[in-house]
């Protein structure tokens, strides 16, 4: 990915995509997938699960922050961005929402994650400005987009993933990417949040996140029957392949940064390889199974 700081500036939807709600898509989640679906590493496995069981609440709050403004747009394009953006955060709820069945049903308490879930986050709606809570939507739109360039344009991130799964998740990516200014544009645009509300909103959800996704692994691990002795080898293991050199998050940092600059924008970064590869398959074959495919065989 080209550092953000080396892109000469856009103006907001200057640079966007074409964002497309896309339904009836077919990972075929019900078939023969393995328990642990990541090269039968228990922890990478648990590290997806466990965003999974996060989405569809997170989605459901992103909508509810970004229509808190939608009376207030006066920009048509910006006005079709965001019902496009709530469509698309709708599906990719429904998507989640089905594997985690799967989940649940390995014995993962999904239920309580989800109602832990929505009780912050509802809480969060009732104690925070409404601006502030759009701010945390902005930061984890362009925390999700940047994951989607930094693994999917890796091909050897997810090359011993399960490649329905890995389908599943290059998809949610992909249109993570066409909608990744659309939060942000409302947040400058139409609520005006300055600098600080815009940082504070990225350092919460910087710490808060991994918090959450570390403290369901723990419990995911647990009911696997892991020793103590073995979650903590896992642990060490797992973490240096998240945040040691060359790991999962590193090479995604400039981009992270970018966002602390006064001046940012989210299509000033993220270069679009990937993207195109999965858009070229999906629209000749539509199957997002065979796009998946095609951008992990990218070279």
């Known amino acids: 990915m080209n550092p953000a700081a080396e892109t000469p500036p856009v103006t907001s939807r200057k640079a966007r995509v074409a964002i497309v709600p896309r339904q009836q898509l077919d990972f075929d989640l019900d078939g023969d997938i393995p328990r642990f679906w990541f090269g039968g590493d228990a922890f990478k496995t648990r590290f997806f699960d466990a965003m999974s069981t996060l989405f569809p609440e997170g989605e459901r709050f992103f909508i509810a922050c970004v229509r808190d403004f939608r009376d207030d747009i006066r920009d048509p394009e910006l006005q079709q961005q965001v019902r496009d953006f709530m469509r698309q955060e709708a599906q990719h709820g429904k998507v989640h929402s089905d594997f985690n069945a799967r989940l649940s049903r390995q014995g993962v308490r999904v239920d309580l994650i989800e109602a832990k879930s929505r009780s912050m986050l509802q809480w969060f709606r009732r104690k925070a400005p409404a601006r502030l809570c759009l701010a945390q939507t902005?930061?984890?739109?362009?925390?999700?987009?940047?994951?989607?360039?930094?693994?999917?344009?890796?091909?050897?991130?997810?090359?011993?993933?399960?490649?329905?799964?890995?389908?599943?998740?290059?998809?949610?990516?992909?249109?993570?990417?066409?909608?990744?200014?659309?939060?942000?544009?409302?947040?400058?645009?139409?609520?005006?949040?300055?600098?600080?509300?815009?940082?504070?909103?990225?350092?919460?959800?910087?710490?808060?996140?991994?918090?959450?996704?570390?403290?369901?692994?723990?419990?995911?691990?647990?009911?696997?029957?892991?020793?103590?002795?073995?979650?903590?080898?896992?642990?060490?293991?797992?973490?240096?392949?998240?945040?040691?050199?060359?790991?999962?998050?590193?090479?995604?940092?400039?981009?992270?940064?970018?966002?602390?600059?006064?001046?940012?924008?989210?299509?000033?970064?993220?270069?679009?390889?990937?993207?195109?590869?999965?858009?070229?398959?999906?629209?000749?074959?539509?199957?997002?199974?065979?796009?998946?495919?095609?951008?992990?065989?990218?070279?």
């Open 138 to 299: 902005a930061a984890a739109e362009h925390m999700t987009s940047i994951m989607a360039h930094g693994f999917f344009d890796r091909p050897e991130v997810f090359a011993d993933a399960d490649p329905r799964i890995r389908a599943m998740y290059v998809w949610h990516g992909v249109e993570e990417i066409e909608h990744k200014a659309v939060a942000y544009d409302v947040l400058k645009d139409v609520a005006r949040a300055g600098y600080f509300t815009r940082v504070f909103a990225m350092l919460y959800v910087t710490l808060l996140f991994p918090m959450h996704v570390f403290a369901i692994m723990r419990h995911m691990l647990r009911i696997d029957g892991f020793s103590a002795r073995q979650r903590l080898a896992m642990w060490a293991k797992g973490l240096v392949w998240l945040y040691g050199p060359g790991g999962l998050y590193v090479p995604m940092l400039r981009d992270y940064l970018a966002y602390y600059r006064p001046g940012f924008h989210p299509w000033q970064g993220g270069q679009m390889r990937s993207y195109a590869r999965w858009l070229e398959v999906f629209d000749r074959t539509g199957s997002a199974l065979a796009a998946g495919n095609a951008v992990h065989a990218r070279v």
